[in-house]
């Protein structure tokens, strides 16, 4: 079984510039949901994923945006890059199934660090 | 509005010594709530979960928690704790296992010799 991916690890972009990152879902699961954590926070959630439409959105402005692709791989999308954007960017997947025979539990990837300058 | 507080910021704890790591809640109706562990550089790991039945819950490492709804409380215990705990914990509270969680700000457990 393969757990949830994420890539880069890694990313250094500056105020303004546009980011792409990627997750990969565990193996079975349907459902992707997108966290941001800043230094010394826990996270927070961006949005989510089913069926590659958006399910749930939390308090982030429209410059994020994501995509959830046939395979249920996922992007998160940010636009127009602030310093305050600079964090770990988790992703967590998990399966809705019908009549809730779905997960009860949601599989955090090791994240990617994007830095802002 | 859902919301989780952990008071502690950080605590230190010596090797072998009990652990309680306080977490309170404020949801609309029965929550889900979990304890997530974070290493230095890495993604979250589940230590345990909460849904219904026994309060009491028992989780990896040797972690349990119970859940005292008169309280709004979900506190994360170990009876000897092990430099390996050293690390963050996040409690978080959810409408459903796989729906938006809330978390908390995370508590930073050192453990000395």
């Known amino acids: 079984e393969t757990g949830v991916t994420q890539s880069p690890t890694h990313l250094i972009k500056t105020r303004g510039q546009q980011v792409t990152l990627r997750c990969s879902s565990q193996s079975g699961h349907n459902t992707v949901s997108w966290y941001q954590q800043a230094l010394g926070q826990g996270p927070q959630f961006i949005f989510q994923?089913?069926?590659?439409?958006?399910?749930g959105r939390g308090n982030f402005p429209p410059r994020f945006s994501g995509l959830q692709f046939p395979n249920y791989s996922s992007e998160l999308n940010v636009n127009a890059l602030e310093l305050d954007d600079s964090a770990l960017y988790l992703c967590?997947?998990?399966?809705?199934?019908?009549?809730?025979?779905?997960?009860?539990?949601?599989?955090f990837g090791p994240g990617t660090r994007l830095t802002v300058l | 509005a859902q919301s989780v507080t952990q008071p502690d910021i950080h605590i230190t704890v010596s090797e072998g010594a009990s652990l309680e790591l306080r977490c309170n809640y404020s949801?609309?109706?029965?929550?889900?709530l979990f304890w997530y562990v974070q290493s230095p550089g890495q993604g979250l790991q589940l230590l345990l979960k909460?849904?219904?039945?026994?309060?009491l819950v028992q989780g990896i490492k040797g972690f349990e928690a119970e859940f005292k709804r008169s309280q709004s409380s979900f506190n994360l215990r170990k009876p000897s704790v092990h430099w390996s705990d050293a690390a963050e914990y996040f409690c978080a509270v959810g409408p459903r296992g796989n729906e938006k969680l809330t978390f908390g700000t995370g508590t930073r457990l050192t453990i000395i010799p």
């Open positions: 994923y089913y069926r590659e439409e958006e399910n």
């Open positions: 967590a997947s998990s399966l809705e199934g019908l009549a809730g025979k779905g997960t009860d539990t949601q599989y």
């Open positions: 949801y609309g109706a029965t929550p889900y």
């Open positions: 909460y849904f219904s039945g026994d309060t």
